[in-house]
């Protein structure tokens, strides 16, 4: 990882020779059409920018004046916001459009926005002409250390989360950390408990450092007007936020390294499998309450609480790491409560968890902060799952107030 005139570069290298670089600074939006004109083919003319309203009056002006500046023509599509457009029936049309925009074989599709916004386009990108290039401007915490880098694209369907989807890796990622500063508090929140994630799972110091700037974020926090989140960004540590989400991108681009379309013939400590640390319980959570009720990362914050407790109860995880862990979901921020959801509705809903194998779910547990292990569900009594559900919901890991 290099840094250049406050920007930080981390390189995603896959097999074959293939590769992208991950951009990551405050203001790196400006260098957006730079970024997409060296990662994009001689002969590219046009790109496709797909957004939501929001981040198009936020950040729009910005990024399509700097892909012009690069010598592309640029047309726009607005989708609607939040996991419920995550749809089939939003990916056609946004494959309707890029056909009515004559996006040819050597241009490409921008993703600006936040996860959903980069799984719908993405998928589009890899469904039109059967297969254009992608660039992911991520403007959400959570999509700037986890979704954008990858390359998984999918949308949700009746019968569960990301059921439908296809490996697209981007050419190139453009990651302005400035964009964060509009951030509403709980797609903050949702963020760092993908970050805390990233670290139980696979990385203990990365989680420790995390875990250190939230708890320094709290302190600075609690001299704040009541109702602030618990993680608010100023100029003071720009630096340390970017350096700490380099720190995630890379932990992440090596793990695709690794397993890039997550083998099933692994169960390893670095497979891609850990990475879905958190998200059995989390997508049953977000199914059951019609994706509406959680952000994705909320969701994730319980489900980690609740892998943990599996792990302790298995004799897996030393009591005191879960506590360390119930902790640092709690620095991210306040998660809304769960307490009223019924354990056993969302152990059915675990069914239809897309990571399933033989009809059995693989659960990643926790042997050690930063050290997975992936379980099957056939060793994982049912009464055990349904207790640790029940200890997550009625007790959210929430800060002090």
């Not at 902790?327 to 354990?343: F, I, K, N, T």
């Not at 994982?380 to 029940?390: C, F, K, S, T």
Request: proline share 3%; with cysteine.
């Amino acid at each position: 990882m290099t840094e250049e005139a406050k920007t930080l570069s981390v390189p995603v290298r896959l097999g074959g020779g293939r590769g992208y670089r991950v951009e990551i600074g405050a203001g790196a939006l400006a260098r957006l059409g730079e970024a997409a004109r060296k990662s994009l083919p001689k002969e590219a003319r046009k790109v496709a920018l797909v957004s939501n309203e929001r981040v198009l009056k936020l950040y729009g002006e910005r990024a399509v004046s700097s892909l012009k500046g690069a010598g592309l023509e640029v047309s726009h599509y607005s989708m609607g916001e939040g996991e419920r457009f995550k749809t089939l029936r939003t990916a056609e049309r946004v494959l309707e459009f890029l056909s009515e925009s004559g996006l040819e074989r050597s241009d490409a599709v921008v993703a600006l926005g936040g996860g959903v916004v980069g799984d719908v386009a993405g998928f589009a990108a890899a469904l039109h002409l059967r297969g254009v290039a992608f660039v992911q401007a991520p403007t959400t915490l959570l999509a700037q250390i986890d979704s954008s880098v990858g390359g998984k694209t999918g949308v949700n369907t009746r019968a569960g989360k990301n059921l439908v989807g296809a490996f697209h890796q981007p050419a190139a990622v453009v990651v302005d950390t400035a964009t964060l500063k509009t951030l509403p508090r709980r797609e903050l929140t949702a963020g760092w408990c993908e970050a805390v994630k990233q670290g139980a799972a696979g990385d203990l110091r990365l989680f420790e450092r995390t875990k250190r700037f939230l708890k320094e974020e709290s302190r600075r926090g609690s001299n704040r007007a009541a109702g602030a989140n618990v993680v608010e960004l100023d100029g003071g540590r720009d630096g340390e936020l970017a350096r700490i989400i380099a720190a995630q991108c890379a932990f992440k681009a090596r793990i695709v390294a690794g397993d890039e379309r997550e083998s099933l013939k692994r169960d390893d400590a670095r497979s891609r499998k850990i990475l879905n640390f958190g998200h059995t319980v989390g997508h049953a959570l977000e199914a059951v309450t019609s994706y509406r009720r959680f952000r994705h990362g909320e969701a994730v914050g319980y489900g980690c609480v609740a892998a943990g407790e599996i792990s302790k109860r298995l004799g897996l995880l030393d009591g005191s790491e879960l506590e360390s862990l119930r902790e640092a979901v709690a620095l991210a921020g306040r998660l809304p409560s769960a307490a009223d959801l019924d354990a056993e509705l969302v152990g059915r809903a675990l069914r239809k968890d897309k990571k399933a194998v033989g009809g059995s779910v693989r659960w990643v547990l926790l042997e050690s902060l930063g050290r997975a292990r992936v379980v099957d569900g056939r060793e994982v009594p049912e009464r055990v799952v349904l207790a640790a559900i029940r200890a997550a919901l009625a007790a959210p890991p929430n800060p002090p107030k």
